[in-house]
T-cell receptor
C-alpha cells in the first residue's frame, strides 16, 4: 500500500458543485499538506495542518476548505467549484522536523466544466 | 521571503551524456534544499536534500547535487543520463532557521533524455 493515498484519482465535476478530495497516510506523520499543481507554476500550498487541531491557510486558500479528521486523514473541499480550479492536486506529509522532505500522494486530477 | 528559480523549462540531453538541471534560491536563513522528481501520472518523489555538511550530496538513482552558497545554487547532476531519467524535476527550498513549515517549490524543469 502507498504511504499516502489520494482518492479519487480523477474527477470531472460541474461548476458550482461541491467536491471533496480525500487523503490518508500511513507514515505516522503529524504534518499534512494540500498542494495544487498547474503547468509552469510548480506547486502552490493551499492548506497545511501540523496536527489534528492545527489547520492553517496556505498561499491560495480562497475557495477551498479542509478537514483533519484524524492524524492520518486530511481532506480538501471545494465548496463551489469553478473552472479555474481545474488542476492536479497533491496531498503530502512530513515529519515534524521537515528535514527529510515530503512524501506525496499520486495526485487527483480535477476538471471543472 | 523565500523563492526558488529553475531557469530552464526543459533540458535535452543524449543518453550517456552528463546532465545538469539548474536551481537557484533565495532564503533569509539557512537553506534546506530538496530535489524531487515527478514521473507521468505520479506524485513527486524525493530525490535528495541538503541540510548541512558536505556541499555535494548524493541521492537516489545516481543523482547528486552541489550546494553553492556564494552563488545560491543547488544544481542537480548525473554523470550519465538514462532514457528512464526523463521526467519533471522540482527544486524546493525551506528556511531552516525559522523552523517554519513553508517549503517553496520551483516551477519545474522537464528533462528529456534521447536514446
Amino acid at each position: 500500500d502507498a504511504d499516502v493515498t489520494q482518492t479519487p484519482r480523477n474527477r470531472i465535476t460541474k461548476t458550482g458543485k461541491r467536491i471533496m478530495l480525500e487523503c490518508s497516510q500511513t507514515k505516522g506523520h503529524d504534518r499534512m499538506y494540500w498542494y495544487r499543481q498547474d503547468p509552469g507554476l510548480g506547486l502552490r500550498l493551499i492548506y497545511y495542518s501540523f496536527d489534528v487541531k492545527d489547520i492553517n491557510k496556505g498561499e491560495i486558500s480562497d475557495g477551498y476548505s479542509v478537514s483533519r479528521q484524524a492524524q492520518a486523514k486530511f481532506s480538501l473541499s471545494l465548496e463551489s467549484a469553478i473552472p479555474n480550479q481545474t488542476a492536479l492536486y497533491f496531498c503530502a506529509t512530513s515529519d515534524s522536523a521537515g528535514s527529510y522532505g515530503y512524501t506525496f500522494g499520486s495526485g487527483t486530477r480535477l476538471t471543472v466544466v | 521571503a523565500q523563492s526558488v528559480a529553475q531557469p530552464e523549462d526543459q533540458v535535452n540531453v543524449a543518453e550517456g551524456n552528463p546532465l545538469t538541471v539548474k536551481c537557484t534560491y533565495s532564503v533569509s536563513g539557512n537553506p534546506y534544499l530538496f530535489w524531487y522528481v515527478q514521473y507521468p501520472n505520479r506524485g513527486l518523489q524525493f530525490l535528495l536534500k541538503y541540510i548541512t555538511g558536505d556541499n555535494l550530496v548524493k541521492g537516489s538513482y545516481g543523482f547528486e547535487a552541489e550546494f553553492n552558497k556564494s552563488q545560491t545554487s543547488f544544481h542537480l547532476k548525473k554523470p550519465s543520463a538514462l532514457v528512464s531519467d526523463s521526467a519533471l524535476y522540482f527544486c524546493a527550498v525551506r528556511d531552516g532557521n525559522t523552523g517554519g513549515f513553508k517549503t517553496i517549490f520551483g516551477a519545474g524543469t522537464r528533462l528529456f533524455v534521447k536514446a
